[in-house]
């Protein structure tokens, strides 16, 4: 779990730097409209990935979607923290 909030930092440089050729720096730049249509396609791909028996596509897809939803989580200036304690709030 440690690797999501390094990932969480680097999407947050990819932010503020905005690189030419990153990727993220891409949907940073085309805005919270690409951001939410890389979210549903994500979403999307890990129902059809859940149905199937290969595991490791589910993985991919999973992993995809989470990427996408952090993306998203600094676009909104929030953090994973901030959801974890929500969940935390809502199971104690």
Do not use: C, W
């Not at 947050?12 to 919270?32: C, H, M, V, W």
């Amino acid at each position: 779990m440690e690797f999501l909030r390094k990932l969480e930092e680097v999407l947050q440089k990819r932010k503020n730097d905005l690189p030419e050729k990153s990727y993220t720096a891409e949907l940073f730049r085309d805005g919270i409209d690409r951001i939410l249509k890389k979210i549903g396609e994500e979403a999307g791909e890990v129902i059809i990935a859940a149905k199937n028996t290969n595991e490791k596509e589910l993985i991919h897809e999973v992993a995809d979607l989470i990427f996408h939803i952090e993306v998203l989580l600094i676009e909104k200036g929030l953090s994973l923290d901030v959801i974890a304690k929500e969940l935390e709030k809502r199971h104690s």
